[in-house]
């Protein structure tokens, strides 16, 4: 995992999306792409793309797999950005 990776996964905007359904708590894959107008291999390749950057966790359980944020990296990324901004004491 990368910044590069993490950025470019958050560049996409169905990526993005996926991350705020998550925030609600895990999902199965079938429930994620019920939400979409795509085809399940299209959100099947944004999951991945996620998955790659560390942005989510999947688990399998039985049959199903229910994807959830990683909201460790989340936070560090938030961070991030913040420090970018700067102090606004100097």
Same mark, same amino acid.
């Given at each position: 995992m990368g910044l ?10 169905t990526r993005r999306?996926? *991350?705020?359904? @998550? $925030? ?10 019920? +939400? !979409? ?9 944004? *999951?991945?793309? @996620? $998955? ?10 039985? +049959? !199903? ?22 102090n606004d004491n100097?």
């Open positions: 590069q990776s993490t950025l470019r996964a958050l560049a996409d905007p999306e996926i *991350l705020n359904m @998550l $925030k609600g708590g895990a999902m199965s894959a079938g429930d994620i792409v019920e +939400k !979409f107008p795509i085809s399940g291999a299209a959100v099947s390749r944004h *999951l991945s793309v @996620l $998955k790659d950057a560390d942005l989510i966790r999947d688990r399998r359980e039985g +049959k !199903f797999i229910f994807y959830e944020l990683n909201a460790s990296v989340l936070e560090e990324i938030i961070l991030w950005i913040k420090d970018l901004g700067g100097d």
